[in-house]
Every structure is written in structure tokens, then in C-alpha cells.
């Protein structure tokens, strides 16, 4: 198991930029893929961006694609999320993740460790 803890969220004007930082401890982060999901109230936990243990490969959930990235500094046991252009759709509890197994996970179920989530608040 991984400890995570996100940082970062708060509250942003539409048109505007946060980034999201997800500091891991425990075992060697270098191992893990990594992955952010959100979760609005009333919805399902969705799907946000991942990236593999070497941060050569990222993948992003349609909805993000073009506006967030994700990168990785494993000297810094750090995993980030840049959030461009957002919108208040984009307003969420946003929680970052850590897989061991898999390349390059992107559901729910492929995540053993899940940080406590930030809130990230869009206003129009």
C-alpha cells in the first residue's frame, strides 16, 4: 500500500488554471502508475488522466482531453495534474490514485491506494 495526499484545489473563475499536486509515501513510487479521477456530487467517480510508472505515457478521459496534464517527478514521490481552461463542469472532489499491477490503468477498480480528495470549485 501507498499513502496519498492531494493538495492544490480551491476556487477558480471559468477560463482559469489550477494544478494539483499528490504526494505519495510507503512503497517505491517509481513502481506505480498513477491516475486522478473526480467525482461531482450525485454522480459517479470518473475517469480523469493516468500515466505510467516512467511518465512516458499518459492517457485522459474525453472530457479533459486538450485542457489537463499529467506528469510525474518520482525524485518527488509527485504526481500532477494541470488544469487549463476549466469550466464548472470541471467542479469536482478531484482524488488522485496508485496502481502497482498495470501499465497504464484507467478505471475505478484497477486502483489499490486512493488519496482523501481536494475540492476543486469552477464558478461561471
Known amino acids: 500500500q501507498v499513502q496519498l495526499v492531494e493538495s492544490g484545489g480551491g476556487l477558480v473563475q471559468a477560463g482559469g488554471s489550477l494544478r494539483l499536486s499528490c504526494v505519495a509515501s510507503?512503497?517505491?513510487?517509481?513502481?506505480?502508475?498513477m491516475g486522478w479521477f473526480r467525482q461531482a456530487p450525485g454522480k459517479e467517480r470518473e475517469f480523469v488522466a493516468a500515466?505510467?510508472?516512467?511518465?512516458?505515457?499518459?492517457y485522459y478521459g474525453d472530457s479533459v482531453k486538450g485542457r489537463f496534464t499529467i506528469s510525474r517527478g518520482n525524485a518527488k514521490n509527485t504526481v500532477y495534474l494541470q488544469m487549463n481552461s476549466l469550466k464548472p463542469e470541471d467542479t469536482a472532489v478531484y482524488y488522485c490514485?496508485?496502481?502497482?499491477?498495470?501499465?497504464?490503468?484507467?478505471?475505478?477498480?484497477?486502483?489499490?491506494?486512493w488519496g482523501q480528495g481536494t475540492q476543486v470549485t469552477v464558478s461561471s
Open positions: 510507503g512503497r517505491t513510487f517509481s513502481r506505480y502508475a
Open positions: 490514485a496508485a496502481d502497482f499491477k498495470r501499465y497504464l490503468p484507467t478505471l475505478v477498480s484497477d486502483f489499490d491506494s
Open positions: 500515466i505510467n510508472w516512467t511518465g512516458d505515457n499518459t
